[in-house]
């Protein structure tokens, strides 16, 4: 059984962290992430993680620190830089943010004039790292080469700490220092602060589309927490596993014996929806029907969760201590089946609880019910802030800790710069 206690609690003792780093006169190379959603002409479309990304360029740069940063963007070819992956926008984005030029360096990872150059004070933002060859093969090689660049080295990218490359992983290996910066703190400080030490009771929403990945995430879950609610296809798959019939509904029957052990091993914690919003095709414009669970036909499709189940689930989360959720409820795209999810938008919001959210389609549907700064944490890593529900370490985080844990088993010296 995955166990989240120990490894968070060891977590927040050993990783150092870049405001206890003495940065001034140092290179500091900061693996952001800045992977923005853009349009077909390359304009950014939402540049929230641009702006989270600028606490740690920020406070290395006023304490003294010359800084580079990179990030991935996109899914670019190893070796190859094309148009659509370069970072060119993102450097005018951030110039703007920062009110200074931010100049972009391309095949960096071995220096050159830019880097001899480097001063305290400056900030240099290097070409999307996922054009490296042996990036995303997590290749001790590049990474001992870009390890040379710097004296520190800071991941402030929580977004992809899930995925072991050369930028989130090795790298924090061969750099003479590694820290977290504050975005990567500030993530796992708050899943810490939800799941290591919540207070009870301890509510997981977990809903959505993909029921197949999300089923290791309940499981995971179901040990830890007091109350877990279903929604969308996973509590189609529920609805089946208890015996109840779901029509033409999103579901992966396949994995309803999975849902029928979670229901089984905890009796009472997983409530499985009494009702449901039923139409006859996907579409906006489909008629909606609110139907009991045991009202529904062979050509019904759920669309959304019923009236009763939302009254359930209101009275819940206003109970509730801490609440972790991840996964929309109902097609919240569709008006006729957004209902749902906006109840529970608005009830999390409403809640004295201590409340997290993730997952891209969560925090669209957040954002649309105007709620978004009434969520106790809004987690930017979609990936990464799954895995972390399913109880997985996180190989960027975990690399930072081994560092942490050899700095502070080595005897203090008198460290000069
Ligand atoms: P996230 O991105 O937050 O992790 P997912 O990608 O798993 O969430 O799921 C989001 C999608 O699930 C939304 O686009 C929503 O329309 C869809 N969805 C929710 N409930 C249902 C349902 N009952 N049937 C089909 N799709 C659903
Ligand atoms: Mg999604």
């Not at 996922?130 to 990474?143: F, H, I, T, Y």
């Not at 890593?381 to 996180?394: I, N, V």
Request: hydrophobic share 45%; charged share 25%; proline share 6%.
């Amino acid at each position: 059984m995955p166990d989240f206690e120990s490894p968070l609690r060891e977590m927040a003792m050993t990783m150092l962290r870049l405001c206890d780093v003495d940065v001034h006169g140092k290179r500091v190379f900061i693996r952001a992430d800045l992977n923005v959603p853009q349009d077909d002409a390359g304009r950014i479309t939402d540049d929230t993680r641009i702006r989270a990304s600028l606490a740690a360029i920020r406070d290395a740069l006023a304490r003294g620190a010359a800084v580079m940063v990179t990030s991935h963007l996109g899914r670019p070819v190893e070796g190859k830089l094309t148009d659509a992956d370069t970072l060119a926008p993102i450097a005018t984005r951030l110039g703007e943010l920062l009110g200074r030029e931010v100049r972009l360096i391309r095949d960096w990872v071995d220096g050159g004039p830019w880097h001899a150059s480097l001063a305290s004070g400056d900030l240099v933002l290097l070409e999307n790292c996922r054009v490296n060859p042996g990036e995303k093969k997590d290749s001790a090689e590049l990474a001992q080469r870009m390890a040379h660049l710097c004296d520190v080295y800071c991941n402030d990218a929580f977004g992809t700490a899930h995925r072991a490359e050369a930028t989130t992983h090795a790298m924090a290996r061969y750099a003479p220092l590694a820290c977290a910066g504050p975005l990567l703190a500030a993530e796992l400080d708050a899943l810490g602060k939800a799941l290591d030490r919540p207070r009870r009771p301890l509510m997981a929403i977990v809903a959505g589309a993909k029921v197949s990945t999300k089923i290791t995430i309940l499981r995971a879950l179901a040990a830890k927490v007091d109350t877990l609610i279903v929604g969308g296809g996973i509590a189609n798959t529920f609805i089946l596993a208890a015996g109840g019939r779901i029509g033409k509904s999103l579901a992966e029957p396949d994995l309803a014996g999975e849902a029928k052990a979670i229901l089984d091993m905890y009796p009472g914690k997983v409530p499985v929806p009494v009702d449901a919003v039923c139409a006859q095709r996907f579409a906006a414009d489909a008629p909606a029907e609110a139907k009991a669970i045991g009202d529904i036909g062979p050509d019904d499709m759920i669309l959304d969760i019923g009236p009763r189940t939302t009254a359930a689930l209101e009275a819940l989360v206003a109970r509730a201590g801490t609440i972790v959720w991840n996964g929309p409820v109902g097609v919240f795209e569709f008006d006729a089946f957004a209902e749902g999810t906006k109840r529970l938008a608005l009830a999390v919001a409403a809640s004295p609880a201590f409340s997290i959210a993730g997952g891209g389609d969560t925090l669209a549907a957040i954002a649309k019910f105007g709620v978004t700064e009434r969520i106790g944490y809004i987690s930017t890593g979609g990936g990464a802030f799954l895995e972390f529900l399913e109880g997985r370490k996180l190989p960027a985080v975990e690399v930072l800790e081994e560092r942490g844990r050899e700095a502070a088993a080595r005897p203090p010296t008198g460290e000069s710069p």
